[in-house]
Each structure stands twice: as structure tokens, then as C-alpha cells.
């Protein structure tokens, strides 16, 4: 240990000649000198009082290895103006590990701060005659020296603590993609002091390559800026970032593009917690797999927007609710909105044509197709809108559900299920 080869060290060797009664002195004082400085703690520093006594005690024993350190380094020749001689590390190894996780680097730096003024008010006790200034002087230099030496202690902690970090958020999102059972999750969000803020939804994109650290980095400094919660994962080729606490994760993922690299961006939808967010992570990989087929997709893009192109990629979600959602919907509701769906997009998008064809009124077409994106959410007046119901309307006729009495409401979307109760109640009343 530290202090032993302190103790074991005969005094006034290397360097420290010139002060070797002073070192005496020193040696003696070195109770004192860390209770003293331990009591100044007490009095100047209300967040001191109030660290657990295990703590308190930690704190004592490397305000003691201090006071032996500083003899250990004056003898090796530190207390002169041209020594680059370095404080050991060790010196805080007097404490354990913990102690870097309960008290920051800001309050480890205020510690050193009251032991080193208590070191220089007692320098004209500690000091030989003749020797204060000397001392004084050598106090300076090994505050600084043992800065350094706490600065680089938080910071191997801190590799350390963030290359463990690293490995959890990794496995976690490699849970949420595999699909792993919402224990899972939670253990491995806790670990990582997720907490958990509603909404949660998972944004994919194309890694912008380079160390995986590196690109993480970017990630948490962005979301930091803009007050969400994030966790990453680079897989192969891509970003996954499971965001939480944004009231619009679109909006929070566009503020988070600089982290991803080239092409699309795709993002889940909300949901409630961690817990539910696989189903946010297959829609969002299933978006960007299918992504390509729609060029000009924003950037990014809801998963919900690519249903077409996820139906055509094989997506079986997406065709469940393109099938119950618009198909079913416009069978359940009746009213000739199927027939004129059909003849309008046979007659290319012509409201004139497509009336010609139903021997209608254009208005009547146009009222039809005002409760088409009613009850579906889809307008085919707008051509990406009409592209959706298409691909619906062919995934639907190739497997059918029985929709006239069975389908349940709660597939629907709320337009549809109003306009159902409606038609209902209507019938009812016949």
C-alpha cells in the first residue's frame, strides 16, 4: 500500500534533503492534519454532512494516504521547482471504487481544495525555520499534481463505466429487435437507469460508420440538447435509437439526423413504455427495409406512411392492416364507396371518367371519395393516398376476412368506427 512504502522510505532521500526536518514534521502531523481537514469538510460543505458514515470514513482514509502521499513525493524529489514528478494514483485507493460513483469529480476537486488549505494554514507549524516559503511553494505544486491524479481516476472510471454502458444498450436493443420477453427489457433498461418516459418509439437508419463510441456520442449529445432519453445500438449497417419521453418522436428524430448517416430514416410508432417498444422496432426495421422503394419519402419517415411498401416487401403487419383497416372498412361500410374506389382509380384519378363510368354525378363521386378518406384515413385524391388504397384493395381481395358482421370495431380506425355505429343504428331502427 501506499502508506506503507511511505513509512518503510527513509526520510531526507532524492530531492527532499533540503527539507528533511520539515518531512519530520510532516510525518508526525499527518493524523492531525486529516482530521482537521476532514472536521473543515464538516463545517464548509453541507453535501459532506450529509454522505453516509461509510463515506465519511472513505473520505478520512484518503485524506490520510494525502498526507503521507505529500511526504512520499516531496522525498522523491517532487517539492522542487524543476521536478515533473507525478502524485500516484493510488493514493485514492485508500477508498474503493464506489466512492468515485457517490461523490462527483466537482466534489472530489472541493475535498482537495479544504485539505489543501488546511495544509497551508498549518505551514508555519509543519515548516522548519527557514523553510515556510519552501514548503509553501511545494504545498502549490502537489494540489495540482494530486488534481491531475483525481482527474484521471473519475476518468478511467468513466471508460470504464461507459464501455459497460455501451455493452448493456447493445444488448438491449438487440432485445428489442429479437423480441425478447418485456423482463428482459426491464432488467436491462434498469441497469442503464432508464427511466422510462412515456411515449417510447424506435427510430432506424443507416449508420454513419466509424467507431461505434463515436457515433453513440453524437447520439447522447443531441438528445441531451433537445431533453429526450435515448438509447443506441449500431447493427451491421444500422442506427437504432430507442427514444423516450418526446412528446413527437418524429419531430425529436428529425433533431437527431446528424447522427444517422445516408438514406431514410424510419420511425416506429409511440407506444406506452419499454415494455411494447418491440412492436415500435418492427415496424420502424420493416419501414427501412421497404424504404427504398419510396425515393422521395421525407426524412424522416413514420413506418406507418410505408404500409404499401412494407405490404409488397412481405410484411405481414402491414397487410393485416391495410386488409382490416381499409379493406374491411370500406366493405363494412357500405354505400358504394368500394365501387367507386374502383372506378376511380381505373379511370386514372378522373372524377368526370370515373362518373361517366357509375353514371353519376361528378359531385356524387366527389362525396364519395370525401368519405373514402373519412373512414380509411387515405384520400385517393392524393396520388401517394391513392397508391396505399390500391395496394390495400389488392391485398384485401387476395385475403379476404369476413367483414360484413364480424370484423371488430376496435380494428377500425375512430372515423370508421363512427361512421359503423352509425350505419348500425340506422339499421337497427328499421
Not at 88 to 112: K, N, Y
Not at 238 to 251: K, M, Q
Not at 393 to 408: A, E, I, K, W
Request: net charge neutral.
Amino acid at each position: 500500500m501506499q502508506v506503507s512504502a511511505c513509512q518503510a522510505r527513509p526520510v531526507g532521500t532524492r530531492g527532499g534533503g533540503e527539507l528533511t526536518a520539515t518531512l519530520r514534521r510532516i510525518e508526525r502531523a499527518a493524523g492531525a492534519l486529516a482530521t482537521a481537514s476532514v472536521a473543515r469538510m464538516d463545517d464548509t460543505l453541507p453535501w459532506f454532512r450529509a454522505l453516509p458514515a461509510d463515506q465519511r470514513s472513505w473520505v478520512m482514509l484518503v485524506a490520510q494516504a494525502g498526507a503521507r502521499s505529500l511526504v512520499q513525493w516531496l522525498q522523491d524529489g517532487g517539492g522542487t521547482a524543476d521536478s515533473t514528478q507525478e502524485v500516484s494514483d493510488e493514493v485514492f485507493a485508500a477508498a474503493p471504487q464506489a466512492l468515485a460513483r457517490s461523490i462527483t469529480l466537482q466534489q472530489t476537486v472541493a475535498l482537495i481544495k479544504v485539505t489543501i488549505d488546511v495544509v497551508e494554514e498549518q505551514v508555519s507549524h509543519l515548516a522548519a525555520e527557514g523553510e515556510e516559503q519552501q514548503l509553501r511553494e511545494a504545498v502549490l505544486r502537489f494540489s495540482r499534481e494530486i488534481a491531475f491524479a483525481a482527474a484521471r481516476v473519475y476518468a478511467r472510471a468513466a471508460e470504464s463505466r461507459g464501455a459497460w454502458d455501451a455493452r448493456l444498450q447493445a444488448l438491449l436493443v438487440d432485445a428489442l429487435l429479437r423480441g425478447d420477453s418485456p423482463d428482459v427489457l426491464a432488467s436491462r433498461a434498469a441497469a442503464l437507469g432508464w427511466a422510462d418516459a412515456p411515449p417510447v418509439a424506435v427510430a432506424v437508419g443507416r449508420s454513419p460508420g466509424g467507431e461505434v463510441s463515436a457515433v453513440l456520442h453524437v447520439v447522447y449529445r443531441q438528445a441531451r440538447r433537445i431533453g429526450v432519453e435515448v438509447i443506441g445500438g449500431v447493427h451491421g449497417d444500422r442506427l437504432v435509437i430507442v427514444l423516450g419521453g418526446a412528446p413527437d418522436p418524429l419531430t425529436a428524430t428529425a433533431k437527431l439526423l446528424d447522427a444517422f448517416g445516408d438514406g431514410p430514416v424510419v420511425v416506429g410508432p409511440a407506444v406506452p413504455s419499454l415494455d411494447e417498444a418491440t412492436e415500435s422496432a418492427r415496424a420502424a426495421l420493416s419501414g427501412f427495409r421497404a424504404a427504398p422503394a419510396w425515393p422521395t419519402a421525407p426524412r424522416p419517415v413514420p413506418a406507418a406512411d410505408l404500409l404499401p411498401e412494407r405490404a409488397l416487401a412481405g410484411d405481414a403487419e402491414a397487410r393485416r392492416r391495410l386488409r382490416h383497416d381499409v379493406y374491411a372498412t370500406l366493405v363494412r361500410v357500405g354505400g358504394e364507396l368500394l365501387g367507386t374506389l374502383d372506378a376511380f382509380l381505373a379511370a386514372g384519378g378522373t372524377l368526370e371518367s370515373a362518373a361517366r363510368a357509375l353514371f353519376v354525378h361528378p359531385n356524387t363521386v366527389r362525396y364519395r371519395l370525401r368519405r373514402i378518406a373519412e373512414v380509411t384515413g387515405f384520400s385517393p385524391l392524393s396520388p401517394r393516398d391513392a397508391f396505399a388504397l390500391q395496394v390495400a384493395l389488392t391485398v384485401g381481395r387476395l385475403d379476404p376476412v369476413p367483414v360484413t358482421s364480424t370484423v371488430p370495431t376496435q380494428t377500425l380506425t375512430p372515423a370508421a368506427r363512427k361512421t359503423a355505429q352509425t350505419d348500425d343504428d340506422h339499421r337497427r331502427s328499421l
